[in-house]
């Protein structure tokens, strides 16, 4: 069983910048990769970034590469996302997930959920 919270959401600018957080509970953080999805009102939830158990390996999507990084560490673990050069279209309730062991990048793959966090950005 994994708990997620995350932090760090708010209004930015276009342009600007903001790291969200995750925390996880348990004690087999390092069995789990984790992403981070978004979901804008009236979309579905779509994946943003991923990253491997170790940390070594991340994923993103197009929409999000160049701008964003996903980091774990497995010593605090948390996983956070750093992003920068932020535009209105990434406006959006950002959410911490995990999954057990192998990778994936849809939604349903994943069986563990934060409660989300908000990010606007403002033109």
């Known amino acids: 069983q994994v708990q997620l919270v995350e932090s760090g959401g708010g209004l930015v600018q276009a342009g600007g910048s903001l790291r969200l957080s995750c925390a996880a509970s348990?004690?087999?953080?390092?069995?789990?990769?984790m992403a981070w999805f978004r979901q804008a009102p009236g979309k579905e939830r779509e994946f943003v970034a991923a990253?491997?158990?170790?940390?070594?390996?991340?994923y993103y999507a197009d929409s999000v590469k160049g701008r964003f990084t996903i980091s774990k560490d497995n010593d605090k673990n948390t996983v956070d996302l750093q992003m920068n050069s932020l535009k209105p279209e990434d406006t959006a309730v950002y959410y911490c997930?995990?999954?057990?062991?192998?990778?994936?990048?849809?939604?349903?793959?994943?069986?563990?959920w934060g409660q989300g966090t908000q990010v606007t950005v403002s033109s």
């Open positions: 997930a995990a999954k057990y062991w192998t990778a994936g990048a849809q939604a349903y793959e994943y069986a563990y």
């Open positions: 348990g004690r087999t953080f390092s069995s789990y990769y």
């Open positions: 990253v491997s158990r170790g940390g070594g390996n991340t």
